[in-house]
């Protein structure tokens, strides 16, 4: 059973415009969420993170917002820039059975048409 | 650039072959984790290591094993390649426990099994 989703494979924004990109999860035990960004050809890097006892995280042109009672985040990217086409991952890390990893969301492939 | 790095790049191998995919850190973090990508299904764990010799599976294990006799060095192999083994393999590597400041991860390794 998936404990991240990201429900929305794809996106596309014009740019200049926000994006929103959404990932929900299911297990409570989660500390840290995480946000990935990956080009083609190229391994996923690190773009924002946000704990557990916040709401918000803010960094240059990328937010993320936490919503505890909803067990949702999402990732706000204003403006929109045509380098920001990638896929981003959604992640989530916690003490969920003993241990902590990474545990990713399926994707969320955005577009910024110029 | 950032010290990780996975060989090979790209593989192509038969079914039924053993095959061994390198990842090499030159960071000295305690943690090595090694993920594969496939459409629709984002990073998934396969092992992952919290220091020499102390290695533990993930979420896809089967027809996996990995060592760890250096810290800089965490292979995976594959003892009898499958066609569903076909994947992007990467490697990430933490300092932390919790990686809630995220993994880096290596660039890739694109295996083919025929």
């Known amino acids: 059973d998936q404990q991240v989703k990201q429900n929305s494979p794809s996106l596309s924004v014009q740019e200049g415009r926000i994006s929103i990109l959404n990932c929900d999860y299911t297990?409570?035990?989660?500390?840290?969420f995480l946000w990935y960004k990956k080009y083609p050809a190229e391994g996923p890097t690190f773009l924002i993170s946000?704990?557990?006892?916040?709401d918000k995280n803010e960094d240059g042109r990328f937010t993320v917002f936490l919503n505890k009672s909803a067990k949702h985040l999402s990732l706000h990217i204003v403006p929109s820039q045509p380098g920001d086409s990638a896929v981003y991952f959604c992640?989530?890390?916690?003490?969920?059975?003993?241990?902590?990893?990474?545990?990713f969301g399926s994707g969320t492939r955005l577009l910024v048409r110029p | 650039d950032a010290g990780i790095t996975q060989s090979p790049r790209h593989k192509v191998t038969e079914t039924g072959t053993p095959v061994t995919l390198r990842c090499h850190q030159t960071?000295?973090?305690?943690?090595m984790y090694w993920y594969r990508q496939d459409p629709g299904h984002g990073l998934r764990l396969i092992h992952y290591?919290?220091?020499?010799?102390?290695?533990d599976k993930g979420e896809v294990s089967d027809g996996y094993s990995v060592s760890r006799s250096k810290t800089e060095d965490f292979l995976l192999t594959l003892e009898s390649a499958t066609s569903s083994q076909t994947s992007v393999y990467f490697c990430?590597?933490?300092?932390?426990?919790?990686?809630?400041?995220?993994?880096?991860f290596g660039s890739g390794t694109r295996l083919t099994v025929v």
């Open positions: 297990n409570s035990m989660f500390d840290y």
């Open positions: 290591s919290y220091g020499v010799k102390d290695t």
């Open positions: 946000i704990s557990s006892i916040k």
């Open positions: 960071e000295n973090h305690r943690y």
């Open positions: 990430a590597i933490s300092d932390t426990r919790e990686g809630a400041y995220g993994y880096t």
């Open positions: 992640a989530a890390s916690g003490n969920t059975d003993s241990s902590y990893k990474l545990i």
